[in-house]
């Protein structure tokens, strides 16, 4: 069946475009509301058991819409509690989402595209190439599973899985505001973060839109070794970045940006480095992420060792700058950062690296 057969999918709308449907199929908004809480609430996906909802409208949504999730076809688990679910979607694409459990913490990692456009030097999903961005409903459609599955929805959301969140910005910010939904998971916006790795216009546009929490992968404290690692960085580099994470976290005393920083042994962890990245982020609210690097196949970083971790650690902690160091959750799934790998597919079914210029991708 090719695209233009599918009937709408019920999973790309937020609570507006639910009420707006209904309301065009001839039925009172409130049944719109009705349809997205039982969707989203409770897990419902069967026109017929959503009892409330009265029978001509059932009729009607069974005909005209439909409610497509993404298929876990595999959960593996890690001796840590981490579990990785490898999703499939209506066109054999993969992606993977991960959970990570920690005390009464539920956190829920979300991937916004099939493979990446970005490059990065040091992550997994780079090397698989990119090719399309996720609807809303895939992307909702993740928290979605991962609800039905934790028995309850996730306390903290990250947008750290596979892709670049703001290179797919509307449909990321419709299914953040769907995450945030009292009639569907309501996280909580501080408990919800955006990572990126930079794309400056997109972050002003985020601002305009959304207050969830910002979180940019930094990696490098100055232009010629970022230029090396976040290769998106030649297009919009720290001069231009850092401003917009400034205004981003401005107007709240209580907002911080949070940056993260992949410790790679000998090539970003000395303490010069350290000493520059003080530097930098001075005058911006500011806490850092320390995250040691997570070997792949086919990688040719290190993992810096721990005292070395400690010391840049150390330096920041005593220039005033709240700093931590990520816990490698899972890595023995391949479900740490920077770890995630799908199933890129070209058109013809074929996998491979499907080439795509990171640049222009990126401001699309
Ligand atoms: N594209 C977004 C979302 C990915 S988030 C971004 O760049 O922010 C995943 C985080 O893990 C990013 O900070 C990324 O830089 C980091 N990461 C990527 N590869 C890694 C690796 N091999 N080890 C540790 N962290 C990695």
Redesign the pocket.
């Known amino acids: 069946m090719s695209n233009l057969a599918l009937k709408p999918n019920l999973l790309d709308l937020n609570l507006a475009d639910c009420e707006r449907l209904v309301l065009g199929l001839g039925f009172k908004a409130f049944h719109g509301r009705n349809l997205f809480k039982w969707i989203h609430k409770h897990g419902v996906v069967d026109f017929d058991a959503m009892t409330d909802l009265s029978k001509g409208l059932r009729d009607t949504l069974r005909d005209r819409v439909e409610i497509r999730l993404p298929r876990i076809i595999h959960d593996r688990p890690s001796a840590d509690g981490t579990v990785k679910w490898i999703m499939e979607l209506g066109d054999g694409q993969r992606i993977e989402t991960v959970f990570i459990p920690e005390g009464r913490r539920t956190t829920v990692?979300v991937s916004?595209q099939v493979g990446?456009a970005?490059s990065?030097s040091?992550?997994?999903?780079?090397t698989q190439g990119f090719n399309r961005n996720l609807s809303v409903g895939e992307i909702a459609g993740q928290i979605w599973h991962a609800t039905r599955r934790i028995g309850a929805a996730p306390s903290n959301v990250?947008?750290?899985?596979?892709?670049?969140?703001?290179?797919n910005f509307d449909a990321v910010v419709k299914a953040m505001d769907i995450m945030q939904d009292d009639l569907a998971y309501m996280v909580a916006k501080t408990r919800l973060t955006?990572?990126?790795?930079?794309i400056v216009p997109n972050i002003y546009r985020l601002r305009e839109v959304s207050d969830v929490s910002l979180?940019?992968?930094?990696?490098a404290p100055n232009d010629a070794l970022r230029d090396q690692l976040?290769p998106i960085n030649r297009k919009y580099p720290l001069a231009e970045l850092l401003p917009a994470c400034k205004a981003y976290v401005s107007g709240d005393r209580r907002r911080r940006v949070t940056w993260?920083?992949?410790l790679l042994d000998s090539v970003n962890d000395s303490p010069a480095h350290a000493k520059q990245l003080v530097r930098l982020l001075e005058g911006i609210p500011s806490k850092v992420?320390l995250?040691?690097?997570?070997?792949?196949a086919g990688?040719t970083?290190g993992?810096s060792p721990p005292e070395r971790i400690e010391a840049f650690r150390g330096r920041l902690t005593r220039s005033g700058i709240f700093t931590m160091t990520?816990k490698?959750r899972g890595d023995e799934i391949a479900a740490?950062?920077?770890?995630?790998v799908g199933r890129v597919q070209d058109r013809t079914g074929r996998m491979g690296r499907v080439l795509v210029d990171s640049r222009r991708m990126a401001t699309s």
């Open positions: 990692c916004s990446c970005l990065c040091f992550c997994a999903t780079a990250v947008m750290m899985g596979m892709g670049e969140p703001l290179a955006l990572s990126t790795s930079g979180a940019v992968s930094l990696h976040v993260e920083y992949v992420n995250i040691p690097f997570n070997p792949f990688s970083y993992t990520r490698t740490a950062c920077g770890q995630l």
